[in-house]
């Protein structure tokens, strides 16, 4: 006999309860549904709350000396491409350190030009306020375009990577990582069925 099915809203409910990284990584591929359902609500709720940022120098040319001056760009998310929903935008751009922001937004606009290589470190920042919530972690995003405006990033990559990249940033107690399966938040689900009704 299949186990009942739950309504959408208990679904949800329940998510609320499971680390993200585990949501995305591993239960929005159990079916259809989870799928469809995860990756409205982390577009909705968590994705909004994404910082990602890139460093580079201010010197001219393709060599870089230890003199250089350093610069971090930080773009907040903005919203979903309406022509290509693969994509967000991020913008809203902060420069550090801010003397320098002119120059900086000189050399971002010549990068734009160029392109970035698929091994750029980016700096990726989940401010959800939640102390359990991996905080900054760096990865490579191969398919964010710059422009002039800020950068088109292929969202479901930066999450992935983001959500990879704390898993394996994570202590690991006992020589056990505890991750939430499938199979364990379905029995959640049906015991928290089973005693509200």
Same mark, same amino acid.
């Given at each position: ?38 990756? =409205? ?8 709350? +994404? *910082?990602?940022?890139? %460093?580079?120098? /201010? ?68 401010? =959800? ?8 972690? +760096? *990865?490579?995003?191969? %398919?964010?375009? /710059? ?51």
């Amino acid at each position: 006999m299949p186990p009942p099915t739950l309504p959408e809203e208990l679904h949800l409910h329940i998510f609320t309860f499971v680390e993200l990284q585990d949501l995305w990584l591993s239960i929005r591929l159990v079916s259809r549904s989870f799928n469809r359902m995860i990756e =409205s609500h982390i577009k909705t709720d968590t994705l909004p709350k +994404f *910082v990602i940022g890139i %460093n580079y120098t /201010l010197g001219s040319g393709t060599t870089h000396h230890w003199y250089d001056v350093r610069t971090s760009v930080y773009l907040s998310f903005n919203a979903i491409d309406k022509h290509n929903p693969q994509y967000a935008l991020f913008n809203n751009m902060t420069v550090q350190p801010e003397p320098f922001h002119d120059r900086a937004m000189e050399k971002w606009n010549r990068i734009a030009n160029t392109g970035l290589g698929a091994a750029t470190q980016w700096r990726v920042q989940l401010r =959800s306020g939640n102390p359990r919530t991996c905080e900054m972690q +760096f *990865v490579k995003l191969p %398919n964010t375009v /710059l422009s002039q405006q800020g950068a088109f990033c292929d969202w479901k990559e930066l999450l992935t990577a983001y959500f990879r990249a704390c898993i394996a940033a994570e202590p690991v107690a006992n020589g056990v990582m505890e991750l939430t399966t499938p199979a364990s938040l379905h029995a959640a689900a049906i015991s928290y069925v089973r005693g509200a009704g």
